[in-house]
Every structure is written in C-alpha cells, then in structure tokens.
C-alpha cells in the first residue's frame, strides 16, 4: 500500500512538473531583511484557488520545518532538509491568513498563506504555520493594498448574486 501511495504521488508530481513549469530562483544577493526571519512549519503549496490541491513536485510538497524571511526584491521559505523556496516581489497577489491548506486544517487563521504566479502563470498559495501567529497582523498589513486589490479582482470575477 505504502508503494503504492509513493508511486501515486510521484505521478501526481510528474503530471504536475509539466503544467507548473520551473520555481524561480532564488538570487544570489538579497540584501537585508525588511521582516523576518519568522519561523514555523511550512504546511506546502496548493494551486490556487483549492486549498486541498496540494504541489506535488520535487520537495515543494514536503512539510518541513521553515523560516520565512522577506526581502526586497520577495519572500524567501527557508526549509529544513528541503528546497527553499523563492517568491519574487513581482509575483506576489496576495498575503492574508486562513484556517488550512495543503489538507491541514488548524485554528481560525492559523497559516499565513503568501498566493504567488509562478513563471508559467500558475497561481499557487504556500503556507506558514507560524511558531508566533502575533507576527500575522504585521505581514497582512504590510500587503493590505496588495490583497484588497486582490480581493476586487475575485469580486469582479465572482457570477452575480440571483435575486429571489
């Protein structure tokens, strides 16, 4: 059974390599952090908008143990035994916290969830448990402008309420 469950996912992950396309790099010089590093468990990467599709490629499903750090030019997911993750500034849509992703559900915002465009255009949410949920307001605040226009975006797109 065990065999099974590994191959499965790791055809997930080959059917999923194809449509995601390649993670940005991270760059060589990132300067000073403006927040973090805030440490947590990196809970994995979803496509957007599910929060139960969860990215199978390489290790960037894998939960680890991980330090989120922003800098100027994005966000970089440190992750113990696994791949960091970059997300450059540019890619970012929004910032906002939630109950669960990637299948595990928690408290009432317990996962600061960071939505990004991967190069292909994809959209993927990637989440952070954090071991200090108090630093959630600043990094939400930090992106307001960023998620309310987000947020229009979805209203904009949503189909229009039925009047009964």
Known sequence: MVTLALRGWRKRGDRQADE???FPETPDE???PVRGPHTGLY???TVAPSWQNRIAVGDKGDR???ELTEYDAGLLLTRQGASEIW???ESLVAVRTENGLAG?????DGVLVVRWTLPSGIEI???LRGDDKTVYPDWTAAYTELNEKAFAAFDASAPEKKES
């Open 20 to 22: 995601l396309g390649a």
């Open 43 to 45: 809970v994995g990467s």
């Open 87 to 89: 997300i450059p500034r």
């Open 104 to 108: 595990k559900v928690m408290s009432r």
């Open 125 to 127: 949410d990637s989440g």
């Open 30 to 32: 990132l300067g000073e």
């Open 64 to 66: 680890a143990s991980a």
